[in-house]
């Protein structure tokens, strides 16, 4: 399995930007995707889930109402959609997978990193 994220970047307050993820070496339709982020010192957090069977997204409490998160089973990609960033969205961001069947992420990317300037 492998998931390769793009998109991160420098972006200041107020900003947005684009992630993305593609997958390979999965049937990519039958996984749940999802999007964590770390800062240094800090346990990886949850951002946004989206379901496998009918695009329901799910979202942390941090990030509702600012990122989207959407799929593209045709091309084996996940995105994130980062709208009214903030300096506290600076991160690394990380896409992950799971099986329709398994309960834990285990599939996880290489991370990219996402910086909002004050």
């Known amino acids: 399995v492998q998931l390769q994220a793009s998109g991160g970047g420098l972006v200041q307050t107020g900003g947005s930007l684009r992630l993305s993820c593609v997958a390979s070496g999965i049937t990519f339709s039958r996984y749940h995707m999802a999007w964590f982020r770390q800062t240094p010192g800090k346990e990886r957090e949850f951002a946004a889930e989206i379901n496998w069977s009918d695009s329901s997204a799910t979202y942390a409490d941090s990030v509702k109402g600012r990122f989207t998160i959407s799929r593209d089973n045709a091309k084996n990609t996940v995105f994130l959609q980062m709208n009214s960033l903030k300096p506290e969205d600076t991160a690394v961001y990380y896409c992950?997978?799971?099986?329709?069947?398994?309960?834990?992420?285990?599939?996880w990317g290489q991370g990219t990193l996402v910086t909002v300037s004050s």
């Open positions: 992950a997978a799971r099986g329709y069947t398994t309960r834990a992420y285990n599939n």
